[in-house]
């Protein structure tokens, strides 16, 4: 996907289009294949985890920086 194309370009409707802005970084050419890749059941537990109780999703070390 070339610098500055919008994602929103390959899904969505017309308004939810209209909500994205154009990347300001050049992203990989398998970045909707990556994107849409499902998470195996450790990372969608985590994942659901985090949504739950509001509290960041990422590596620990990260989320430890981050704090609760």
């Known amino acids: 996907m070339a610098m500055g194309e919008r994602v929103s370009a390959h899904c969505g409707t017309?308004?939810?289009?209209?909500l994205l802005s154009d990347t300001i970084i050049e992203l990989p050419n398998?970045?909707?294949?990556?994107?849409?890749?499902?998470e195996d059941q450790d990372t969608l537990?985590?994942?659901?985890?985090?949504?739950?109780?509001?509290?960041?999703?990422?590596?620990?070390?990260?989320v430890d920086e981050k704090g609760t």
């Open 45 to 62: 537990a985590r994942i659901r985890q985090s949504v739950d109780k509001g509290t960041p999703f990422g590596a620990m070390k990260w």
């Open 30 to 38: 398998d970045y909707l294949k990556w994107l849409n890749a499902p």
């Open 14 to 18: 017309p308004q939810e289009k209209a």
